[in-house]
C-alpha cells in the first residue's frame, strides 16, 4: 500500500481542527483511552491537555517501564563528513556553508571507533551529508564494516541511496536507516530546501520504506520542530510510523524529537516549540505508539533529556 502524503496531511488538518476546539474532559478521556490512535494524539497535543502534563507523564513513565524496562539505552553518534552537496536552509553543513570540510580518513575512523567501543558503547550512529565525491557509497562501505566489528548495533544517517546499496550495508552489518523527513508540510519542505538531493520530498518519503524493505531491521523518523506547524507534523509522523509499522510488522521505528538549533547561516524558526509542549509530545507518543522507540539527542539540553529518560524517551545520547 503507498504512503499517500496528501491524504495523510489532509487527515492531520482534520483532526487538528477537531482538537482545536475539544475541552479538558476529553483530553483526560485521550490519555485513559484503551487503544488510543490519531484522535487521541490530536487531542493530546491541543492546547486542551496543557493542564493534564502531569497525569500523562504517569501514563508515559508506566508505560516506558512496561516495554523497556528502566534501562535506557545508550548509542554514541560518529560524525563522519560535514561535506554537503544540499541546500538545506536550515543547517550549517549546507554546501554555501563557507568553512573547512573534511571526512575521516579510515585510520581516524577506527581510531574513534576504538575510543566509542573503549567507553562501552554498544551501538553508533554514523553520520554523514548527502553524496559528494569525497564521501560516496564506497566511503561508507568502508566506514560500517570497522563499525560492524566493534558494536552489536550499527545505523546510518547518511545519504539516501538505491535499494540495492541498502542491501550490500545491511550484508555488512548495518542494521538501521535514520532519515527525518523534517517537515511533512509539502510548501515548507519545497521553501527550506533550497537545492541537492534533499530537495525531492517524495524521495525523502520512501526513504524508510525502501531501507526496511532492502533488509535493513530498523528505521528513525522525526520532524525538525520548528520549521513548520508541529502539531501537523506530528500527526503526519504518528501516521507515517503507523505506515511503516503495518507494512514491515518485524521492523523496528524509533522517532526522535530535534528541535530547530541556531546554526552558521542564522535561519529563524517560523514556529517555537517551548519546554513544555516537546514534553507533552513525547508523552503523547508513548502513550500512542506504546512499542515505539523515543529517542532524544544531545540537541537538547542534559536537565531535559534527564528529566524525560524514562518517562516516554528510551533511549538517548549520552
Ligand atoms: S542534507 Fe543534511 S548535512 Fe546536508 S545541508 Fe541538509 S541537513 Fe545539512
Sequence with gaps: ???????????????????????????????????????????????????????????????TRR??????????????SNHCSSGCAYCGFASDRRQPRRHMSPAEMTSEMDALQGMGFEEVLLLTGERTPEVGFDYL???????????????????????????ELARLGAVGVTAYQETYDAATYTAVHRWGPKKDYQRRLDVPAQALAAGMRSVGLGVLLGLADPLLDALCLYQHAQHLQRQYWRAGISISFPRLRPEAGGFQPRHQVDDRFLARMIYAFRICLPEVSLVLSTREAPAFRDGMAGVGINKRQP
Excluded at 490519555?31 to 502531569?54: C, F, I, N, Y
Design 67 to 80: 516495554h523497556f524496562g528502566r534501562n535506557i539505552s545508550l548509542y554514541a553518534p560518529l560524525y563522519l
Design 141 to 167: 562501505r568502508q566506514a560500517v564494516l570497522p563499525a560492524a566489528e566493534r558494536f552489536h548495533q550499527v545505523t546510518l544517517e547518511t545519504f539516501p541511496m538505491c535499494t540495492q546499496e541498502y542491501a
Design 1 to 63: 500500500m503507498e504512503f499517500n502524503a496528501s491524504a495523510i496531511a489532509a487527515e492531520a488538518e482534520r483532526q487538528a481542527i477537531r482538537a482545536a476546539v475539544a475541552d479538558p474532559t476529553a483530553a483526560a478521556r485521550a490519555v485513559s483511552a484503551t487503544h488510543p490512535g490519531l484522535p487521541e494524539l490530536a487531542l493530546l497535543l491541543s492546547p486542551a491537555a496543557d493542564q493534564l502534563l502531569e497525569t500523562m507523564a504517569l501514563k508515559a513513565r508506566r508505560i
